[in-house]
């Protein structure tokens, strides 16, 4: 199937092209010289004076609140595949989603609110999220054990009376770098005897709770992500209410694979619009350099990964648009194999393409001066973020395995 957008992507992709041309793009110089004048201040953890100028300007021109597959209040619904082609343009400049308030974790955590949480919890945390007033950050994976396995996951949530008490160490915790994030998400344990996928939970953690403690922000790649942060935290004798809990005991799992599905669509998104974005850089660098008497745009190894470029970046974005295309019309869950998919798909070919950007650059590539190295230093990490590229293999051949089970009586049921 061939998609063309609908009338509501046609006009919302022309108002964000043209934001993007007047707001965005102009202020990437002075994004980074804001961080680092906080930095060399020795604070780079605050918000940045851009970001919040911006945010009004998108509100005001009805950019604002672009993800939610389900409508909430007065926040209009969208669909994965009317959103795919928006969350592609913001993968070109990986800040410009908190602008329009479409960032991650918040992405994830306001769906996973409004899918999942009572009156009393979206009115005082989903609100001021929808209205960007606060943060949130996201806390499963954990140091000590594999957590591309998330039933590995050993954070206790005890319950005591009325309260929950919770202990465990947490990293990689997206967004709680952030002074403005007010709200985690923490996903643990609260029957260890329970049924292997019935164990977790999930439990709402405001984050001036004591015995909470951010201990430090983890790089990537050196790239400490400021002011977002992914941050390591230690939960200790942490103390909320009952009715903190989302869902109830035991619905952790079936939580985290509802929030999960569609933040690893929306990362494939970005990835295709990172990749689209540094292809187009290759091609500009290639076409004003000389080398050995002739343009090197017109070397045969370069028109060999230009061409390559194209073909697996349409190729990935079929497969994405196919995935949004699923879940819109199946669902999250039957449509797991495509997610799978495009999860690894997605992020390998945008550090491939991302890479030969940088070889094109050459020792430019690498530097700060080009936005080619912490675009690099992204894609990488989607390839293990939302689940490593072999778990994703792993399910999408135990589907395979099953499907012809199923057709010829062969084999067993895969493990």
């Not at 985690?184 to 329970?194: L, R, Y």
């Not at 689209?276 to 190894?301: I, K, P, T």
């Not at 061409?307 to 999250?332: F, P, V, W, Y």
Request: net charge neutral.
């Amino acid at each position: 199937m061939i998609w063309e957008h609908s009338e509501k992507t046609t006009d919302l992709l022309k108002r964000m092209g043209a934001f993007f041309d007047e707001h965005i793009y102009p202020n990437e110089a002075r994004f980074h010289h804001e961080l680092d004048a906080f930095r060399k201040a020795g604070n780079a953890w605050q918000p940045l004076p851009l970001i919040d100028e911006l945010k009004p300007i998108a509100r005001k021109a009805g950019l604002w609140n672009m993800f939610l597959p389900h409508a909430h209040g007065d926040v209009p619904a969208i669909s994965n595949l009317d959103y795919a082609p928006l969350c592609e343009v913001m993968g070109r400049v990986s800040w410009s989603g908190e602008v329009f308030n479409c960032s991650a974790p918040d992405t994830g955590n306001m769906e996973t609110l409004e899918r999942y949480a009572t009156k009393a919890q979206k009115d005082e945390w989903l609100e001021p999220l929808l209205r960007g007033e606060i943060r949130s950050g996201f806390l499963m994976t954990e140091p000590a054990v594999a957590s591309s396995d998330a039933t590995n996951i050993q954070c206790s949530i005890v319950r005591e009376g009325d309260e929950y008490v919770i202990n465990g160490r947490k990293w990689f915790s997206s967004g709680a770098g952030n002074p403005r994030c007010k709200i985690f998400i923490v996903m643990g344990k609260t029957d260890v005897d329970a049924p292997r996928h019935a164990q977790q939970s999930m439990v709402l953690v405001p984050r001036d709770t004591k015995g909470v403690t951010v201990l430090r922000p983890l790089t990537v790649f050196g790239y400490d992500d400021a002011p977002h942060g992914h941050m390591e935290v230690l939960l200790e004798n942490v103390r909320v209410p009952v009715a903190n809990i989302l869902l109830g005991e035991g619905r952790g799992f079936e939580i985290a694979q509802g929030r999960l599905g569609p933040g690893r669509i929306h990362h494939c998104m970005r990835s295709i619009g990172a990749a689209e974005r540094a292809l187009e850089m290759m091609v500009d660098r290639l076409q004003s350099r000389h080398a050995f008497g002739r343009a090197l745009s017109e070397q045969s190894v370069w028109h060999e990964r230009i061409a390559e470029s194209r073909c697996m970046i349409d190729q990935a974005r079929l497969l994405t648009l196919n995935a949004a295309h699923k879940m819109d019309t199946i669902g999250n869950k039957d449509a797991r194999a495509e997610i799978a998919m495009i999860k690894v798909v997605a992020p390998n070919m945008s550090c491939k393409v991302v890479d030969w950007a940088i070889q094109a650059h050459g020792a430019g590539g690498v530097s700060q001066d080009f936005w080619l190295a912490e675009a690099y230093a992204h894609q990488r990490t989607v390839r293990i973020v939302d689940g490593p590229d072999e778990v994703h293999r792993n399910a999408i051949a135990k589907i395979e395995l099953a499907k012809r089970t199923a057709v010829t009586g062969v084999g067993g049921k895969a493990k």
